[in-house]
């Protein structure tokens, strides 16, 4: 049944409009940051816009998403039924993000809310595919800013940091950069941690950022944490 306000589209029909809203200015920033053909270039205002058209349709979303078409792609994350969508699916999904803008904005938010999610992650990171373990170390990030201190298991997200700090040097620069994020998260978000990701994000020093634009790419994760700890927790995921 279609809701009220809901818009049933065909798959040819939205990659059309995907295809309309690209301009080659975004497509450029997009191949700067990781991504690679095919893809259209559209701003992700355009895409959120067209999500909103859309609302929830996991049919469509399977559809875009095997187009392999960045847009697509991420548009499919937006329109997903994240209560949907099983363990085996988002591990597909996540096999098949080639880039950090579709692990990590498009298949870790949809994990976050999967009842498996803390189990989910922790599988993630221990994969050879650099993004698999990218989208794991997000999903943890995005867990640990949002779940109450005192419903985290504070030994489990220490062994995260710890992890963090074992691995981060020998690991691809998107996975360095995913793993200093989630130190950051915890780092300003769980409390009776900070001064613990302090001490580890002083040892780790700075990672190479994925694009080098400005100071802004240099700082280290000590940089953030003391600039923004302490962080109210964020209410949705």
Known sequence: MVRKNEVTMELHEVLVQLEEAGDASTRKIYLNNGAKEPLFGVKMGDVRKLAKKIKTDQCLADELYDTGILDAMMLAGMIADSGKMSVDQLGRWVEKAYCAMVSERCVAPLAAQNPQRFEIAANWIESPHEQTACAGFTVYGMLYS??????????????VVDTIERRIQSEPTYLQNAMNNCLIMIGIYVLPLTSY??????????VKPTVK?????????????????????????
């Not at 990701?197 to 700075?206: F, H, Q, W």
């Not at 400005?214 to 000590?222: G, K, M, P, Y």
Request: charged fraction near 30%; proline fraction near 4%; glycine fraction near 2%.
């Open 146 to 159: 949002h779940i109450p201190d005192d419903r985290l298991d504070l030994d489990q997200v220490k062994s």
């Open 197 to 206: 990701c302090l001490e580890v994000s002083r040892r780790i020093g700075y």
């Open 213 to 237: 634009i400005n100071s802004c790419n240099i700082q280290s994760a000590t940089d953030y944490i003391v600039r923004y700890a302490p962080r109210t927790k964020v209410k949705s995921l």
